[in-house]
């Protein structure tokens, strides 16, 4: 279970500063998908970022597990941190070392030996269907294939938590579905919690089974990915939807008309 | 009259190799902890430390403003201090060293910030300590723009070997002003250019080399 509670984050400028997150606080049950959405500025990328302390928020806390994350020092932080994979819109994959080294990493760092190292990487690889490109560099790759080497790296030190940081919004639509059904896959496997950042309505309508709305810092609306859909509460939960609403009446309009849509 | 040209010329490109390779070696150790220091210490970074960042980076700003020829001179004493002595190629070493350092510094730091800030969040997302993103992320990712930037540093300290072979160092240089200048032997200015023209063309093609040949198996290029 993560438990956020009250978690503040500024950024300044020169001549300004940014309420990035302003007071928030949200729990995630165990084994959830849970999807937080928001438009862009919403702050939804600082709340993950602070989750694992990539970014360190000015206030507040969070708690992962029996693990108060914010409480952590140097040190310890590290050692959390193998147990909370995170993957990016941008892969961040190792151009200079192969699929395997680059899965591999996460458990060098940990000091595993050899054989474990060669074990884990071959198990997982098989997980996300990349056994044969084990010796491919990443440029070799197309980006449904980065993306699932970065969840075969983010998997490998078998985390309790994934932070996934608009993981998909990368990848075109078909790509975006192939990823998200094997993130789904790994939750039912693993009972492992998903977090996950998006903007995409179809990425949380397709996967998710909770949703925070995110609006300037804090958490607007909560509840099931249902509830958001069918009966959205707050402005930008009402904005998202709004979309969707307007293409449905659309196409009813043109149904009426006989376009045979 | 032949015989004479290429045995001076063997000694001088002997000492020039032997002045390069040491003062290279020096001069990239050096580079590469200066140059890690200035990214890893920047806003930001790993390791973020602001003072230390500028006081690295105005110290290698001081040794850079002071024209080579008058560094040898200033460092005279660091040579006779270190080794004994302020003549010949091994007392150049010292000179060569210090006065390289502080450029090998700038383009490593130049070639290390090419990396992807994503890669090092990535690496420290995974409980990476900074000395394993510095080796295992930083470094290796670099290796390429690396090996470009350490060709054109070693070039560079081909040309400062020339320099320090005017006042005294031996080498190529010290034969071209010899010689060449000093008793207008025209055909040994002449060979002395031509050896370092092969030789610095030499470093080049090796350089090129092999960042080529790492380049090609990571992005599988032409």
């Given at each position: 279970m993560i438990v956020i509670h009250d978690l503040s984050k500024t950024y300044k400028t020169a001549n300004d500063t940014f309420k990035a997150l302003n007071g928030l606080s949200l729990t995630i049950e165990r084994g959830d998908i849970f999807g937080i959405i928001g438009f862009s500025g919403a702050g939804k990328s600082t709340l993950v970022r602070c989750m694992n302390r990539l970014e360190e928020p000015d206030k507040g806390s969070v708690r992962i597990g029996n693990t108060v994350?914010?409480?952590?020092n140097e040190r310890q932080l590290r050692k959390a941190r193998q147990k909370i994979g995170m993957i990016f819109q941008s892969f961040?994959?190792?151009?200079?070392?192969?699929v395997f080294h680059n899965v591999a990493f996460p458990l060098r760092v940990s000091g595993y030996d050899k054989a474990t190292i060669r074990r884990r990487v071959k198990e997982v690889l098989e997980m996300v269907q990349l056994s044969d490109k084990?010796?491919?560099?990443?440029?070799?790759?197309?980006g449904g294939q980065k993306q699932r080497v970065g969840i075969a790296r983010a998997l490998v030190n078998e985390p309790d938590v994934l932070l996934c940081d608009e993981a998909t919004s990368s990848l075109d639509p078909q790509t975006t579905y192939s990823i998200l059904e094997l993130l789904q896959e790994i939750n039912r496997k693993l009972n492992l919690t998903i977090v996950l950042i998006t903007h995409e309505l179809d990425v949380l309508q397709h996967i998710c089974k909770n949703v925070a709305v995110i609006e300037q810092g804090k958490i607007v609306e909560n509840g099931t990915v249902d509830q958001f859909f069918l009966a959205p509460e707050s402005d930008t939960a009402r904005r998202f939807v709004h979309i969707v609403e307007r293409y449905r009446q659309k196409r009813n309009v043109l149904e009426g008309a006989g376009a045979g849509i | 009259m032949r015989d004479d040209v290429l045995e001076l010329l063997w000694e001088g490109l002997r000492q020039t190799l032997y002045m390069l390779v040491w003062s290279s070696l020096f001069a990239i150790i050096i580079g590469l902890i200066l140059g890690i220091a200035l990214v890893v210490t920047?806003?930001?970074?790993?390791?973020?430390?602001r003072l230390i960042h500028k006081v690295v980076s105005l110290m290698i700003n001081g040794i850079r403003s002071i024209p080579f020829i008058i560094l040898i001179v200033l460092l005279l004493p660091v040579a006779r201090w270190v080794?004994?002595?302020?003549?010949?190629p091994t007392a150049a070493i010292v000179s060569l060293s210090i006065g390289a350092a502080p450029f090998l510094g700038r383009i490593v730091e130049s070639a290390l910030k090419e990396v992807a800030l994503g890669k090092i969040e990535a690496a420290k997302s995974f409980g990476a300590s900074p000395l394993q993103i510095i080796f295992r992320v930083l470094i290796p990712e670099a290796l390429p723009a690396l090996v470009r930037s350490l060709t054109i540093a070693v070039i560079a300290i081909t040309e400062l070997t020339a320099v320090a072979g005017a006042i005294g160092a031996g080498g190529l240089g010290s034969l071209a002003i010899r010689f060449g200048y000093q008793r207008f032997r025209e055909d040994i200015m002449f060979a002395t250019v031509i050896t370092i023209i092969l030789l610095v063309q030499f470093i080049q093609w090796t350089g090129d080399y092999i960042s080529r040949s790492i380049s090609r198996k990571r992005y599988k290029l032409e």
């Open positions: 994350i914010t409480d952590l961040n994959l190792f151009d200079g070392k192969t084990e010796n491919a560099y990443p440029s070799q790759l197309s | 920047e806003k930001g970074n790993i390791l973020e430390a080794i004994g002595t302020t003549l010949g």
